[in-house]
């Protein structure tokens, strides 16, 4: 449910000098926290990246002073300054409008956008598009919602990725979008930034060969919870082989999974959860990055303290992985609404679900009743069963595709604050 919070007079379209203010005392391109060069010349490596800078950044912009980000309010412009300028300072170019603010004219967001041009004459004018939402619920009063893992944790990933490939382009260009408007009441909306900019792009979407979303990572669906999901490759082979040929790096628990998984609700809704649904609904290959929720999501208590920034690390050096490898790839990745992998969904599932039951798990760890650790044995012998079937090389029934459905849903249901815990027993 939107919360209904004030709204400051500043409008956007306001921030180039503030940005080009806070980009000059960051140090423009060489910011203080680059280091020097190595005596051999050579450049450091992902010095965007380190557990400081990703944290920094995401202490910032989920810091009391940014008032939960709300459209509209001083800090959800200083936000929006905040990012511009770390944009600029490391190198990246404004996006081929000419700037980085696009207005969203259904609405009052406005979204961020970047270029790092490619490096390959013949696939420099085809794009990577890598996304996260920077908007938030603000405040309620004096109470506000920070949103850290929701979603100042991926916006500080998005831009430490976007600057180390300034440092290293690939061979596409990769278009840097930090949406507006993510959230209620604009939530899949014709004034949601990611659905505003497919409708009015700023380059072809069909040069657009891939979208990515990230949204709530850097966080635990449960204590100490390694895992970290990709959905959406599915969809397009192309994008299947690149996810299979990254290593995640040591301690991330990186899978696959289909989207069907989480939108194909059991209750028979479709739900989309995030910005790839824009590029999606338009037959674009999308990736969709995320850790699910937990018990800060939409709170106030989804504060800094509460990210796991060793895990962020670990994300945005698997992403910077993925998009190196999606930049490079030779052919144009293909799109099919239909495709599937249930094989690897029920591999994924089973996986999950074992993890929420054993010990320090997700049952046990948030003190679950004994009729949810039941119904999570139900849905493991079901992914279990259906893994098995194909496993012996036959398919699976659309009951059993149902079933591995409801078992991520649980998940999901049991870890976050959408739903009471007797709710959840009833999918």
């Not at 959230?183 to 909306?189: D, R």
């Not at 800060?296 to 303290?305: G, I, K, Q, S, V």
């Amino acid at each position: 449910m939107r919360l209904t919070f004030a709204r400051s007079a500043l409008r956007p379209g306001a921030l180039p000098l503030i940005a080009t203010m806070i980009a000059t005392a960051l140090g423009g391109c060489g910011s203080d926290s680059d280091g020097p060069a190595p005596p051999d010349g050579s450049v450091p490596q992902h010095d965007f990246l380190t557990e400081q800078r990703l944290g920094d950044l995401a202490a910032e912009l989920s810091s009391d002073a940014m008032e939960g980000r709300d459209e509209g309010s001083p800090g959800h412009e200083a936000a929006r300054a905040t990012i511009i300028a770390r944009l600029q300072a490391c190198g990246v170019q404004p996006a081929p409008n000419g700037g980085f603010e696009q207005p969203i004219t259904t609405g009052t967001g406005v979204n961020v956008l970047g270029l790092v041009p490619g490096g390959q004459a013949g696939l420099a004018q085809r794009f990577v598009l890598l996304g996260a939402h920077y908007d938030h619920l603000g405040a309620n009063g004096t109470t506000i919602y920070p949103g850290a893992g929701d979603n100042a944790a991926a916006v500080s990933i998005l831009v430490g990725v976007a600057c180390e490939l300034v440092r290293a382009p690939t061979a596409r260009s990769v278009l840097v979008a930090s949406w507006d408007s993510e959230e209620p009441p604009t939530f899949m909306t014709d004034a949601m930034g990611s659905e505003f900019f497919a409708a009015n792009p700023l380059v072809a979407l069909d040069a657009i060969d891939v979208a990515i979303a990230l949204d709530l990572v850097g966080l635990d669906m449960w204590p100490g919870f390694a895992g970290h999901v990709v959905c959406g490759a599915e969809l397009s082979p192309g994008l299947t082989a690149v996810l299979d040929a990254a290593s995640p790096p040591e301690g991330l628990l990186a899978r696959r999974a289909g989207l069907h998984l989480v939108e194909q609700l059991v209750t028979g809704e479709v739900m989309r959860w995030s910005d790839y649904a824009a590029f999606l609904e338009r037959a674009r290959p999308v990736l969709f990055f995320s850790d699910g929720t937990n018990k800060n999501y939409h709170r106030p208590t989804d504060t800094f303290a509460t990210l796991d920034v060793p895990k962020m690390q670990r994300e945005a050096l698997y992403l910077l992985d993925v998009v190196t490898r999606l930049g490079a790839m030779d052919a144009l990745p293909s799109f099919d609404a239909s495709g599937a992998d249930h094989a690897t969904d029920a591999s994924t599932t089973s996986e999950f679900l074992e993890l929420a039951l054993a010990p320090g798990g997700l049952v046990e760890s948030l003190g679950l009743s004994a009729t949810s650790r039941t119904d999570l044995e139900a849905d493991l012998a079901a992914a279990q069963a259906a893994k098995a079937t194909l496993d012996a090389g036959g398919a699976l029934s659309s009951t059993q595709v149902v079933d591995l459905r409801r078992g991520v849903q649980r998940i999901m249901c049991l870890a976050g604050t959408m739903y009471t815990q007797p709710a959840c027993h009833l999918m």
